[in-house]
Nanobody, 115 residues
Framework: QVQLVESGGGLVQPGGSLRLACAASGFNISTYAMRWYRQAPGKERLLVAQISSGGGYIYYPDSVKGRFTISRDNDKNTVSLQMNGLKPEDTAVYYC????????WGQGTQVTVSS
């Protein structure tokens, strides 16, 4: 059974940090581009980080560039998102995504940035 399971979300104060993890099972992520998306209430789902299968290409939108860092461990079949300098506008459900010839989604983890 193919699964992506996110963890590491929670409540953090502005300026704080969180590290999200995504564990894949039922398939090998080594051939997949891995992405993190987020979706705030009432808004569309947006890409916040992408890493190529080999890790040589990484993309961030301007909204998170310099604050978020995506990484992957193909041996452990995991991908992570380190989030620093968190802002209230980063509050959203964060989803892990695997994309190649097919696409898989996790169920999401809530990140809330509030004082």
């Amino acid at each position: 059974q193919v699964q992506l399971v996110e963890s590491g979300g929670g409540l953090v104060q502005p300026g704080g940090s969180l590290r999200l993890a995504c564990a894949a099972s039922g398939f090998n992520i080594s051939t997949y581009a891995m992405r993190w998306y987020r979706q705030a209430p009432g808004k569309e789902r947006l890409l916040v980080a992408q890493i190529s299968s080999g890790g040589g290409y990484i993309y961030y939108p301007d909204s998170v560039k310099g604050r978020f860092t995506i990484s992957r461990d193909n041996d452990k079949n995991t991908v992570s998102l380190q989030m620093n300098g968190l802002k209230p506008e980063d509050t959203a459900v964060y989803y892990c995504n695997a994309w190649f010839t097919d696409q898989y989604w996790g169920q999401g983890t809530q990140v809330t940035v509030s004082s």
